[in-house]
């Protein structure tokens, strides 16, 4: 079963930087597509950052220029760094990845447990 572990969410001031990251577990054959979801109290869910196949980036145009989404496929870990925090950046962060499961090839889709990031002097 694929699971994901997110980490690297805290309090911070704005103008400050901070580094998400989302492990990645279990057996896979090929992963598709990897994102980085925020959802803020009373908004909807919405994609921050993500990478498709082949490697191409995508970004909600309020993060461009300050967040940079990765993967490191030796850790295979997604992270999200986040500088020049703005007070609008405060949500809960959650990462999705999708791709075939190791065993059966079954397509999946599984979400982090959601890491908040909140941005205050």
């Known amino acids: 079963q694929v699971q994901l572990v997110e980490s690297g969410g805290g309090l911070v001031q704005p103008g400050g930087s901070l580094r998400l990251s989302c492990e990645v577990s279990?057996?896979?054959?090929?992963?598709?597509?990897m994102g980085w979801y925020r959802q803020a109290p009373g908004k909807q869910r919405e994609l921050v950052a993500g990478?498709?196949?082949?490697?191409?980036?995508v970004y909600v145009e309020t993060v461009k220029g300050r967040f940079t989404v990765s993967f490191d496929n030796r850790q295979n870990t997604v992270y999200l760094q986040m500088n020049s925090l703005k007070p609008d950046d405060t949500a809960l962060y959650y990462c999705?990845?999708?791709?075939?499961?190791?065993?059966?090839?079954?397509?999946?889709?599984?979400w982090g447990q959601g890491t908040l990031v909140t941005v205050s002097s």
């Open positions: 999705k990845v999708d791709g075939l499961e190791g065993g059966t090839n079954r397509h999946f889709e599984v």
């Open positions: 279990g057996s896979i054959v090929s992963i598709s597509g």
């Open positions: 990478i498709v196949n082949g490697g191409s980036t």
